[in-house]
């Protein structure tokens, strides 16, 4: 499968961001999906993941709250609403992908596919 992630882009402090990722190839309602995010000098960290279906969630604790997972299968696309934004969540956002089952995968070695990023900056 491959990733196309969008959305990102400049906001003040407590604004919001919409980030959307476009799937192609394999059925997309086949793989669990999440969010990422890197900043400068940082490793990438799990911000939010989101089953097959749709039907279930899972957040950072950090965001939890602020951001919400969403996905449309009959569009292939998964979104990352962020409401409430922090300088402190000022990075790269990556989505991807994973096919496999068997608990929720908070660490990129959990998924298999990534899209390349969209940058957050987000000004005090």
């Known amino acids: 499968v491959q990733l196309q992630a969008s959305g990102g882009g400049l906001v003040q402090a407590g604004g919001y961001l919409r980030l959307s990722c476009v799937a192609s190839?394999?059925?997309?309602?086949?793989?669990?999906m999440g969010w990422f995010r890197q900043a400068p000098g940082k490793e990438r960290e799990f911000v939010a993941s989101?089953?097959?279906?749709?039907?279930?969630?899972y957040y950072a604790v950090s965001v939890k709250g602020r951001f919400s997972i969403s996905r449309d299968n009959a569009k292939n696309t998964v979104h990352l609403q962020m409401n409430s934004l922090k300088p402190e969540d000022t990075a790269v956002y990556f989505c991807?992908?994973?096919?496999?089952?068997?608990?929720?995968?908070?660490?990129?070695?959990?998924?298999?596919?990534w899209g390349q990023g969209t940058l957050v900056t987000v000004s005090s």
């Open positions: 991807a992908a994973r096919s496999t089952t068997g608990g929720w995968a908070v660490t990129p070695g959990g998924y298999k596919y």
């Open positions: 190839g394999r059925a997309f309602s086949g793989y669990e």
């Open positions: 989101i089953s097959r279906s749709g039907g279930s969630t």
